[in-house]
């Protein structure tokens, strides 16, 4: 995010005629600019202040041809005019008249301030020489380097780490080129700009020095905005003779409507903002001249500010303000611009320090800590001597670990002694540290667990899981351990009270469970699961009566009548007649642990495009028993024999339903395919069938069923009746 | 106990009228209530909220205000004519004409020597009141417009009067308005109407309180004559305001039906300066509430809804008990329902004519809560209009349903009824003893016989009614010589015993062989609202207001076993809870234990053999009773047999054929037939 903030005029600006420049430089500090002024002024400003520190002017007839800047060093002013006399003067001089002056053999293009080092002189025919050795012998010959019909549009100097480097733009006969000049060793490599297809001039350039390359952008007066790379030592030999083109990419396509830009002017202003002037405001129009903050890496335009008067073209940016002139004053803008993440565009900001996980937790105080730890505290200490209990907990408090502490233990101890103090911990710490800690005490035992297999405390992690504070994202790899470990009441409770199981380790939990055996699984203590799949299974040998699945009469219709191309089920002769295709009970296909820890699967919260796929991985043989099994239950749950069956947690209709429909969706064509499939979904179809047809047939008299309910609770008495009572 | 046919009744359309004003009397503790078809009635605060009184209206009545001057009670209205009213024999005593048209409000100094009155003509008239009559003194100053309301400064010295857009404070010495408020209209459309300042009240501090039409509650301060403050208490009228007394607490009646309470209190705990501050809002009340009164520990409304709604502050009560529960009051204290049992007819009170209807038949039984199919529909006998203005007072119907007698403040009459093969002829009785001019209640002996008749002074005539037409007898008059009109009479079945209860709470036992008194009742500290003489023991069974059952032997002059027993037992909580009084009391011909009585929301068979309930066993325990198998109920079953099926009951009774008639009258009719309320705006309507 970038935004623009308030304006303030810093000088009036004086007209400019064609030959007279203007330009700003910066000074000794951040806050003083020199800025030169139509050709005759050179300018000391104090941008806070808006206040003019100096002000030096040459005589009528001369004419400044290279902005004046600062030397460091020297702490003076350097200026040419009349394009071959360099002056120097000092801040204390009044005139620049009676400062040192010198005539150099060639015309200087510009002078070009460096930190800390003396300014760059750049020739007009492009030779460069510092200001020291120019001016220790001023009449020195110096060469030409550019053609004759080359004109230097642009130059800059960019200081790197160790190195410096001059770039300066050319143009001849509408080709643009690049030069950049190294120093020690002194090097000048051409390159050449590709210009846009449409015949458009590149307006101005900015050069940056960035992550150890060099980026300089240029705009065209299409609004295209490229951004070329160079690098601070070119790798490659320049080859004499081709000029290469520079490579580029574009970084932002402008919206200028019609026509093109004439003045404007693009200045990055950190890695993903420039700041532009003279490009029309998308929203507005032309005819309107603003200067634009866009994000380049988004490409979306952040601030924008409106600038009345004419444009120049121009911009500068020091020391984050912009310092944009326009009609007849100087503005500067102050901005700001923010790191552009994309956390950042959608509202959140990201986290700046990441790293640091190893602070542990901070509590935040709330009331309830506050106002009760007084009272707990004063509990205590009226306690006095006490119970042994007493004793014991205020003996703990004081010796309790934090949880930093306990972590590093974790880290080092054994399996008996990390049980031990986990569950002094547990037991000594309140529930608002509890819900921060468990979690992280949980993922360092995990930690060691898989850095070392013989480490399991099961009795740490039944407690900490039992504390209803873990969820499965506070400990990633609890559920897969408790899988590697065979683990199955562990893996029970954490299928039961961790409510963000992600689909794909579900189905692992379900493959595991699936391919164990079920003698294998009968020493595990699955406690109420167990109870409700014992009682669910011991009313299927109660009820064994062929006529108890047909209540009210309902009969269900005579095999013959159905039209379906399956033979019927081949079921030994003897045991049911053919006359009754919904044998509605049915004995469990799995044993009653294994039910009970598939009944805490079918109640795992999922969402079914992102089951489907991990489903696939169930081979045939685990789908075709957990297809029985869900069978099994959903004939149980239409005899309704759960609901007299009282249990905390069983799985629902819609469930078992569910998780059949997602079994068949995913192994829709391996089921087709094999046999013993067969039997198994013609009878689960058949049933499905008869079910549906129930429903739809009460839905038929769900009028009449309205209608009898509504007639028995109202009873319209009237002005007089005779009723029966009966007093006891 | 065994299964009954009820006839339910709903045709019986009762509507009861408007509450206009209301009057505390703070000595006796006495509330007087006055409707706008001109009723009056007495409620005692101290009797659980009895009606003990009720002066019936007239047709044309327009009663405006209520005032108690010590223990007389003074009403004015808008036939310009001040009333005082007979509390002792229940009628007006005589009405004098104020001269100054329609009048607004009445009110009477605290010294209880004068009466003002507002009158529609602009003047406040200022009435002497002497021991047995009162007299005008003089007019205040006249004023332009209407007096609307009044209230006279606790010193007695100045009279605040409330007139349309403006305030007067008059000196009444000189009679000259010293201080002019004026009342702004309110915003908006009420701009262009008149403000009418419906109620003021004078504080002895020099403040006025008014409330006005335009839903402002403002307080003046009546030395300078500015407005100290303002609230906006409702959008609609502020119509009613009352004052406690000790000037700390005022009530606000608005026409949303909506009671707030003002409180004189110190914005900052501890500091000295108080000011009046809203504190609560009771929503009792569907209708504009035209009445309010603080009673110190209570906020008693009235208002269109016809409900009398006592509110108790509980911040001012300390234990739960009778005084802490919300109470409305729906229906009459007493009878409207006379029965002829032997006939199946019931007779029909209103205020301005009677109706006689027979019982319809039913064919076959039935099973427990089946309706029965009706062979014959009930029809009305007879309509009788009264004549004159007046409203009826009591009225009954002999047991054989040969008889209707009815009586009003200035008249009584008798008519011989004959009803054959569906040919009904009624006769006036033309000639009837002079004594028998009016009568407070009229009872029938059991075999038609006689005619009891009760008259002032707690007297009673006694009248032979025979094939000729009714003669006088004798006059029975009680020993102590009270003068309070007499609520209720009772014969025995066999015609020896007659029994009289006042509103004195004195219960009087007369022998009617000898036509003397036979005894006095022991007092009980709560009137009696139902008693019966019990056809073979000759027990006078007496409900009381505060829910107490007693039981006096007759012959043997002092209360049964049974009624000691259930003395020393205590009744049980539920019951002793209702709020509603019993108002009849009937016995079943067929089984001497049972006593049938019934209150407004419930009726009851108590049966003398079976043991009294516990506190803690379960009261209501019809049903579970039913659930039981029949060798248990015995073991669970208590004397209460209570039945809720019938709600909003006016009269329940057992005929001799064993069934019983449950006259109904739901509320939600009487709602129905109210005029519309203000129009409230609710969310999503």
Known sequence: MAALYESYTLCALADTGPEGTRAIEPDRDRDRVVITESGRAVTVYKVSDQKPLGSWTVKQGQCITSPAVYNPPTKEYVVVTDEKVVRVWKDEDISIEKAFKATVSAEVYRLHSVPDREPLVLFRHGAVRFLDSLLAAPQQTIEEVLSEEEVIRWSAAVQMEQQLVLLFSTEQRGQHCLYVQRFSPNALVKHRLETDSTNSTPLSYAATYRDGNIHLLYLFSSGSVYESVLQARPTVPAVSGTVQALPRSLLLKLPVGEGELTAASALPVDESHIAVVGVPHPLAGAGKDYLCLWNTHFQTLQAARELAGKIYGQLWCFSGKLFVPHGKILSVIPFECQKSSLAAAMGKLKQTSGTNESSGPTLVPTWNALLHSNQTQTQENSRGAGTKKSKMSTRNQSSCPTAEQLAEKIKVGSEKEVQKQVEEFLHGSQPEELQLTAGRLASALVMRCQADPTFYPQAAFTQLVQTNYLCHSGCPDLLVLTLEKNDFRLCQLCLQLFQDIPEAVTCCCLKTILSFQDSELEQVDLEDGLLFMKALTQTAEVSDDGDSGQHNGFCPPVLEEEICDAPPDSEAPGTRPAREPLALDMSCPVGLHKGALLNEVLQVPYSDSLLLPHLKDLNVPQVLLFLQYLRFLYLKYSQDAHSRIPALRKPTVTQIMDWVCLLLDAHFTVLALTPEAKSLLTSLHKFVRSQVKLYSELGKIEGSLEALKKSKQSREIGQYSIEVIELF | ?685
Request: proline share 4%; hydrophobic share 40%.
């Open chain 2, 1 to 685: 106990m065994g299964e009954f046919n009820v006839h339910r009744v709903r045709f019986f359309d009762y509507m009861p009228s408007a509450i206009r004003a209301l009057a505390f009397q703070p000595q006796r503790e006495r509330i007087a209530v006055a409707r706008t078809d001109g009723t009056v009635e007495i409620f005692n605060r101290a009797d659980c909220f009895f009606q003990e009184k009720v002066i019936p209206g007239r047709q044309q009545a327009a009663t405006e205000a209520l005032a108690w001057v010590g223990d007389r009670l003074f009403s004015a209205g808008l036939n310009g004519e001040i009333i005082e009213y007979d509390l002792d024999n229940n009628k007006t005593k005589y009405t004098i004409d104020a001269y100054g048209g329609p009048i607004w409000s009445i009110t009477s100094n605290k010294q209880g020597t004068h009466l003002a009155v507002g009158c529609e003509d602009g003047t406040v008239k200022l009435f002497e009141v002497h021991e047995d009559r009162i007299q005008f003194e003089r007019n205040l100053a006249k004023q332009k417009g209407r007096i609307i309301s009044l209230s006279w400064h606790p010193s007695g010295s100045k009279i605040v009067a409330g007139m349309m857009d403006v305030i007067h404070i008059f000196d009444t010495e000189t009679g000259q308005s010293v201080q002019r408020l004026l009342v702004d209209r309110g915003v908006g459309t009420s701009r262009s109407q008149e403000c009418v300042v419906w109620s003021v009240v004078y504080l002895s501090d020099g403040t006025i309180i008014s409330g006005d039409s335009a839903g402002k509650v403002k307080m003046w301060d009546s030395r300078t004559g500015t407005l100290i403050k303002s609230h906006q208490v409702t959008k609609w009228d502020v119509l009613t305001l009352s004052v406690s007394q000790d000037e700390t607490s005022l009530a606000v009646g608005t026409s949303e039906g909506h009671v707030v309470q003002f409180q004189f209190l110190s914005m900052v705990l501890g500091q000295e300066d108080k000011e009046w501050v809203r504190t609560r809002t009771f929503k009792n009340h569907t209708h504009d509430v035209r009445a309010v009164l603080e009673v110190n520990t209570a906020i008693v409304s009235g208002g269109m809804d016809t409900q009398f709604v006592v509110r108790p502050l509980l911040d001012k009560i300390d234990e739960r008990g009778q005084a802490s529960a919300l109470r409305n009051i729906q229906f009459p204290h007493r009878r409207l329902v006379s029965c002829a049992r032997k006939a199946g007819l019931l007779l029909f009170q209103y205020p301005g004519h009677l109706e006689l209807w027979r019982l319809g038949e039913s064919e076959g039984n039935g099973m427990f809560g089946s309706v029965l199919t009706v062979k014959r529909k009930p029809e009305k006998l007879l309509h009788l209009k009264i004549k004159g203005e007046e409203h009826i007072c009591c009225s009954a119907v002999s047991p054989c349903g040969g008889w209707i007698a009815y009586s009003t403040v200035a008249s009584f009459r008798l008519y011989r009824l004959h009803c054959e093969n569906n040919n009904v002829s009624i006769i006036k009785v033309s000639k009837l003893p002079k004594v028998l001019s009016s009568a407070n209640q009229i009872c029938f002996s059991s075999d038609s016989s006689h005619l009891f008749v009760a008259s002032t002074c707690s007297s009673v005539h006694v009248a032979i009614l025979n094939q000729s037409g009714c003669k006088f007898v004798c006059t029975l008059k009680p020993k102590s010589g009270s003068g309070q009109a007499i609520n209720l009479l009772a014969a025995s079945e066999d015609g020896k015993w007659l029994a009289s209860a006042n509103s004195d709470h004195e219960v009087q036992i007369y022998n009617l062989n000898k036509m003397k008194p036979h005894c006095t009742v022991p007092v009980h500290s709560s009137g009696v609202s139902a008693m019966a003489i019990h056809p073979t023991t000759n027990n006078l069974f007496m409900v009381h207001a505060d829910q107490q059952l007693t039981e006096y032997s007759v012959e043997k002059k002092q209360y049964t076993d049974w009624s000691r027993q259930v003395q020393r037992h205590g009744l049980h909580s539920l019951w002793l809870e209702r709020d509603t009084p019993v108002t009849n009391v009937t016995f079943n011909p067929k089984n001497p234990a049972h006593i049938v009585l019934h209150d407004m929301y419930m009726f009851c068979i108590i049966d003398q053999t079976l043991p009294l309930p516990d506190q803690r066993s379960q009261f209501y325990n019809q049903l579970t009773l039913r659930s039981m198998p029949e060798k248990e109920r015995k073991k669970h079953s208590h004397a209460f047999k209570m039945c809720k099926i019938f709600k909003e009951l006016l009269f329940v009774e057992l005929m001799e054929d064993q069934s019983l008639v449950v006259v109904e009258r739901p509320l939600m009719d009487i709602t129905a037939q109210l005029p519309a309320p203000v129009r409230q705006k609710k969310f999503a309507t």
